[in-house]
């Protein structure tokens, strides 16, 4: 049975695999730092941020986090479902939990950046609402995307 709880340190190292499965076997991008993975619930899980999992019989098959960027914003981040599970409507259910508390914690914008090589998620994310914008507001951080959503809650 599938579950999505919010992520703990109990499947710290199973969620980094799962992500970097994911981003180095599907989208070959294993030269990139990401010191996160390694501090979850430090970067994740503070000052109203937050993260969670999909798990199949404790085997992680998704993952979503919100973080908070100030005056009301969050960023939409670590999105990812495994490929046997894709189309099943897991990814509308981590997107859902993720937006139920970004609204609950008085967030009124979410941003999110992906890459062209990830054509589905872009189908993904105008199905879900988002709008597609030209660039992040300044003070956002630069994570090396291309293409930018916005979303106003």
Known sequence: MIEIIQYNDKYKESTKEFILKILIGEFG???IERP???????????D???FWIAVDN???IGSIAVKNYGNNRAYLKRMYVDGKHRATGLAK???DTALAYAKEAGFR???????????AANKFYSKS???????LPDDLPDFGDTI??????
Do not use: P
């Open 36 to 46: 996160d993975l390694d501090n979850i619930s430090n970067i994740y899980q503070k």
């Open 148 to 153: 930018f959503y916005k979303l106003t809650l």
């Open 48 to 50: 109203k941020s937050n």
């Open 109 to 119: 914008e979410i941003f999110l950046g992906t890459v062209e090589d990830m054509v």
């Open 58 to 60: 404790y085997q992680v």
């Open 93 to 95: 259910k981590l997107l």
């Open 29 to 31: 991008l294993g030269n």
């Open 129 to 135: 609402g988002f709008k597609k914008i030209n660039k």
